[in-house]
């Protein structure tokens, strides 16, 4: 089992910064992938970011101004965003992938204001 908690969210103004954290416990690795996920209001679930042993990747909408990084000794994933646009108001989900199973943390409401 593992969980996932995430926090950091809350209102900003467009062009501002926010950095999410996710702390992770229970049987996970450094090898586990962990990532970012967002559901903006009305829409599905979509991918941030993800973090593996390959590196990180990034959707499109997002490169250039949001940045994952993972402590493995600490057991978190931070999501940094920066440049943040009214678009990216969403709801922010921590996942792992572990031992063949998927993980959610309860997300974080991410609100940026125009």
């Known amino acids: 089992q593992v969980q996932l908690v995430e926090s950091g969210g809350g209102l900003v103004q467009t062009g501002g910064s926010l950095r999410l954290s996710c702390a992770a416990s229970?049987?996970?690795?450094?090898?586990?992938?962990m990532a970012w996920y967002r559901q903006p209001p009305g829409k599905e679930r979509e991918l941030v970011a993800i973090?593996?042993?390959?590196?990180?990747n990034y959707a499109v909408s997002v490169k250039g101004r949001f940045t994952i990084s993972r402590d493995n000794a600490k057991n978190t994933v931070d999501l940094q965003m920066s440049a943040l646009k009214p678009d990216d108001t969403a709801v922010y989900y921590c996942n792992a992938f572990a031992a063949g199973n998927i993980y959610w943390g309860q997300g974080t409401q991410v609100t940026v204001s125009s």
């Open positions: 973090t593996s042993g390959a590196g990180a």
């Open positions: 229970g049987s996970i690795s450094s090898d586990n992938v």
